[in-house]
Nanobody, 126 residues
Framework: QVQLVESGGGLVQAGDSLKLSCAASGRSFNNSPMAWFRQAPGKEREFVAAIMWSSTDTSYTDSVKGRFTISRDNAENTVYLQMNSLKPEDTAVYYC???????????????????WGQGTQVTVSS
């Protein structure tokens, strides 16, 4: 099992930046992709970004491309999501995910991940 502890969420204004952190411990962290998902009120959980062990393969949902950057520090077992130029529509609970099973092409699917963080609230005001 992988234990995930998230931090970095908060209340910001449109155009501001936030950096989310996800500290992982336990098995599987170093042998699988990691991802960020988000869920807004009244909506299903949606994929945001994923990253491979090597950090050379990444994937982003279209709405965050050019604004968000996912990264990882394998030595520290930590995954980050740098969020720039935040918009009100980015408001959601953000979840870190681990324990991926499958091909990287399916990294967008939340049911491919077995381990989840508690979620951290990101609120972006107009």
């Amino acid at each position: 099992q992988v234990q995930l502890v998230e931090s970095g969420g908060g209340l910001v204004q449109a155009g501001d930046s936030l950096k989310l952190s996800c500290a992982a411990s336990g098995r599987s962290f170093n042998n699988s992709p990691m991802a960020w998902f988000r869920q807004a009120p009244g909506k299903e959980r949606e994929f945001v970004a994923a990253i491979m062990w090597s950090s050379t393969d990444t994937s982003y949902t279209d709405s965050v491309k050019g604004r968000f950057t996912i990264s990882r520090d394998n030595a520290e077992n930590t995954v980050y999501l740098q969020m720039n130029s935040l918009k009100p529509e980015d408001t959601a609970v953000y979840y870190c995910a681990a324990g991926f099973r499958g091909y990287f092409g399916s990294a967008y699917s939340p049911n491919r991940y077995s381990d989840w963080g508690q979620g951290t609230q990101v609120t972006v005001s107009s």
